[in-house]
């Protein structure tokens, strides 16, 4: 071998030792940057509804950076939009909350559940099943549940009433959520009647400070119009005023009942309509045609809802 041929040999190696060398660099310089960035997050709440091609989902991140995940959808797409933001190198979800019996929610969940570190599951505390009007479980259903026993994660059952806090930001208060459905009586006489139209759901307000987020789903005007009357005659009333009403279905007149409306009095309106037409007016955001949105609160006002 000549010596022209050991130096230029000699050159391409060392050209290689830099090269790595660069790339490595960068890479950690950039992986310290986002940290930096994620361990300084200011203390905000920040809500993302999902663009899902099917079923909805809700990702939420507390001022302490508690994580939320409300459904899943129907497959798991849900995935590629937690990992849009999320820092890459976590895979810590402190809550998954499933708000109904059924596979089009929670599918996305058993993806979750074999990819992250999930930390508790709350779903409703009675179901169809239990009020005797299914003889089964939705099998996708009852395989999230399996997939939560087997990951040895605790399940909560919650009803209206119940209350959890998902953070405490001293300087504003906490973020909570209250269960404002489903409720425990089922009976005929009872004080409301479920039918397989009207099954149970999980209705919650996400509070935080002065402002708050009404999660509705796809509850029927039956449900809707018991929650108004339940709120406005109970011996301690529940204020269901929001500052943003998000649903699972199209906000029409058919879909929500005007008495809900009135009680809960959004300045916005987030749903979900495939093949609407056109908004219905402003301040009203249909996810399928205007994409993922992001909302943020610093405990005083909604501070924005955008794109992510």
């Known amino acids: 071998m000549s010596m022209e041929d050991d130096n230029f040999k000699k050159w391409l190696m060392l050209k290689k030792i830099i090269i790595t060398a660069v790339i490595f660099t960068a890479l950690i310089s950039g992986a310290a940057i986002y940290f930096l960035h994620e361990s300084n997050r200011p203390p905000l709440l920040e809500i993302y509804i999902f663009a899902l091609k099917t079923g909805q989902a809700i990702f939420m991140r507390t001022p302490n950076d508690k994580r939320i995940l409300v459904d899943g959808g129907s497959n798991s ?4 939009d937690i990992s849009s933001v ?26 979750v559940l074999n990819r992250y570190s999930v930390g508790e599951v709350v779903i409703p505390g009675t179901g169809l099943v239990d009020l005797g009007l299914a003889s089964s479980t939705d099998q996708i259903y009852q395989s ?4 939560t026993e087997e990951a040895k994660v605790p399940i909560k059952k919650v009803l209206a009433g119940d209350s959890i806090f998902l953070d405490d930001y001293s300087l504003i208060g906490p973020v909570k959520f209250g269960v404002l459905f489903p409720i425990a009586s089922s009976t005929t006489g009872g004080i409301f009647q479920y039918s397989n139209a009207s099954a149970p759901e999980l209705v919650t307000k996400i509070s935080y400070g002065s402002t708050s987020v009404m999660l509705a789903g796809s509850v029927t005007p039956k449900i809707q119009k018991f929650i108004s009357s339940a709120s406005s005659t109970a011996a301690s009333s529940t204020d269901l005023k929001s500052n943003i009403l998000i649903l699972s279905q199209n906000a029409t007149t058919s879909n929500i009942a005007a008495a809900f409306m009135s009680a809960v009095s959004p300045d916005d309106i987030i749903y979900s309509k495939a093949k609407a037409a056109n908004l219905l007016e ?19 006002s909604i501070r924005s809802i955008s794109h992510p």
């Open 144 to 147: 999230f549940i399996d997939a």
């Open 86 to 111: 999320l820092p890459f190198y976590s895979r810590r979800i402190d809550m998954l909350i499933a708000t109904k019996a059924d596979g089009k929610r929670v599918s996305g969940l058993i993806d």
């Open 282 to 300: 402003d301040h009203r955001f249909n996810i399928r045609e205007v994409g993922t949105l992001k909302i943020v609160s610093d405990g005083k």
């Open 77 to 80: 797409e849900v995935i590629r």
